[in-house]
């Protein structure tokens, strides 16, 4: 391979980093939680750490919160059943530009005060594939086919790939370290890096790419589903109608696929005469779910439709999507997801951190202004916003149920916190160059040390009590990573506080 092809790949692979290293690491670090967005949910929200009955969910208690969707005019009405890792009842629709959302207990109907938080499945995830701005998913989109880029540019510009895998050199200078650091990680995540990029890309074929689908579809999308997916689906009368039995509608379904438990309910139009009930089926053993969809009549309860397997191009689309979202039941395979995520925060960091010592040394090119706000830049985007999710978590456990500043629900007051004291990362690197790495490091092990007390104290779920009842496990695993990143971020600090003092007092040249 030439010289200077292996150069352009070289200035490609350092140039897209810089530029898009930092939306890059927010991504992953966003996807890297996702990957136990549940557990999450249930962490930030008390009132859901229920145990699972094991019994069929009390879902004709949900009738009441349907009215209110059909009274509201409300576009569509959806009901998440319970899970092993979401065990309660979840409705959701949209009341103007409002999106209400109400929990319940699956076991006995009641319902569960409001979580006041979008925690992990209505903040974090979706910040880690539309970033909660109007053009997020084509941002998102760029980013990932730069991500694909770097992947191949990496490959050739390492010609001892595999010979950098075992190469890891601690007692060496820091630059030196923290490239081995990046080719040890860039190598060992590789075919999970490019697998999750593409798959990522590939989930949202429609939003890229919807010139294939008008060209033959025109203004038709729903002849589109109805073909390529098998939906069912028909106009609105526009005269009200009465529901049928939630119960015996969930019961006929769950009697088609041989006794298993629904997984959600979907009503578009609810209220009308001529809306249908959908009813999917569990699919957690297998990797791209099941596509088995039942459609009720929502007046009489009578089967309309019964979808079993999509066209064969979805199928292969659905699977891809699968291993991207992971939801299947796997847990082995969701923690290797995480360490691989975090394995990829890691590629991008280091890759910074590599160009930024790079630059320090020679003090050329941007010179130094420039490379002072590439390292504010830099250290916002890497520990930046890790504080900023600490400050998420703790804002979470100090906010009262119910709360409201200056016409603000508490959801939105943990989401201003969150990006108030991300701006305020920024600003802190570019006022204390010096020091930024050790306080920030700092301000980590402390946030996520007092996120596991706060829990504690609010909740009384202490991580002893946690760990020895299994339906609280999901929330005693949140507290011991949380007391990972505090005793690893503290130890970064001492270190990076010693090397600083060791470099302070030797005399100069």
Sequence with gaps: MGTGFRASMGWLHTWAGVVLGGLLFAIFWMGTLSVFDREIDRWMAPMTRLAPTGEAAAVEALRASYEAAAVAKASSWFAQLPTERAP???????????????????????????????????????????????????????????????????????????????????????????????????????????????SGVIIFFGVYFPGTIQFAYGDEGRAF??????????????????????????????????GETPRYLFVRHPGDAAAVVQVARHGEDRVAGRSDIAYFDATTGALLHQRIAPQPVLATQRFIAGLHLIQ???WTLRWVYFVLGLAGCAVIATGYLFWLESRKKRDGGLGPRGVRLVEAITVGSVSGIVIATLAFFVANRLLPLGMVFLGEGRASLEMWSFYLVWVATFAHAGLRPCRVWIEQCGAISTLAFIAVLLNWITTGDHLLRSLAEPPLWGVGGMDVLLLGVAAMAGWAALALGRRARATSLRPAR
Excluded at 120 to 144: D, K, Q
Excluded at 239 to 253: F, N, V
């Design 225 to 258: 589903a109805r073909e390529a997916y098998g939906n069912y689906d028909r106009p609105r009368l526009g005269r009200p109608g009465a529901l049928a039995s939630l119960d015996a509608i969930t019961m006929e379904a769950s009697r088609l696929w041989e």
């Design 328 to 330: 299947f039941r796997h």
């Design 88 to 198: 309660v009842l979840q409705v959701t629709w949209r009341e103007g530009t409002r999106q209400l959302v109400r929990l319940f207990d699956p076991a006995t109907g009641a319902a569960l005060p409001d979580p006041g938080t979008w925690a992990g499945t209505g903040f974090l995830y979706p910040f880690h594939y539309m970033l909660h701005v109007r053009l997020g998913y084509w941002i998102v989109g760029m980013a990932g086919m730069a991500m694909l880029l770097l992947c191949v540019s990496g490959v050739v510009i390492h010609r001892k790939i595999f010979t950098d895998f075992f190469t890891f050199r601690a007692d060496k200078q820091p630059r030196r370290l923290v490239l081995d650091l990046h080719n040890v990680t860039g190598v060992l995540g590789l075919p999970f890096h490019l697998m999750i990029t593409l």
